[in-house]
């Protein structure tokens, strides 16, 4: 972890000993995970605290193993504050799409970085969108534009069809947090990728449309 900026340290640091509290501690986990009835009650931080706790170690090992790889990128071209803020925003407005969506299952509970962990992964394709990128079960690299738009319309099914017990909207979310603050951020990439930002807009598109018109 030597290469790592000392705000990632802290960030991992922050996801491993919260985690592990919340392992360790039931009534701990359960006072500040997402819960979609603690929230409408007026709970407001389980909005956010629920962002540094998981389920198990491999959950919490996949996200910090993602952030690892990826908040180089964004802090390389964008700085450790502004690496921060897209962190804390995906995480933020990753949830507030969770709830948005669940608004009337009481019941709805989520814990995880997944949401800002996606956001910075997508702020990092749109920095970066030639990286190549590695995945499981796939022999080679894939573009990492092409992994980010194919992961989004994932998404956007697992919402649809409620696969697995994923927060697929929180994923979403985040990426919508990574990809707009980024913009704002850098609004150059308008001048200088306005193909790249039109392409990684196309799964976001999708999404309202869908929901406008009630087909999710």
Known sequence: MGNLDLVTIVVI???????????????FFERYKFNVGGIRRGEK???FSSGFLHVDTMHLFFNMFTLYFFAPVVILYLGTVHFLIIYIASLILGNLLSLYFHKDEYHYSAVGASGAVTGVLYSA???EPSMQLGILF???????????????????????????NIGHDAHFGGAIGGFVVTLILRPSLFQTDL???????????VLFVMHKTGKL
Do not use: C, E, T
């Open 13 to 27: 640091a922050a996801n491993v000993i919260i985690s592990f509290k919340g392992f360790s501690d039931r009534g």
């Open 45 to 47: 931080v389980r909005i």
């Open 125 to 127: 394709i749109l920095l």
């Open 138 to 164: 796939i022999p080679l690299p894939i573009p990492a534009y092409v992994f980010g738009i194919l992961y989004l319309l994932y998404s956007i099914y697992g919402m649809k069809k409620q696969l697995g």
């Open 195 to 205: 193909l790249m930002v039109g392409l990684l807009a196309i799964p976001i598109v």
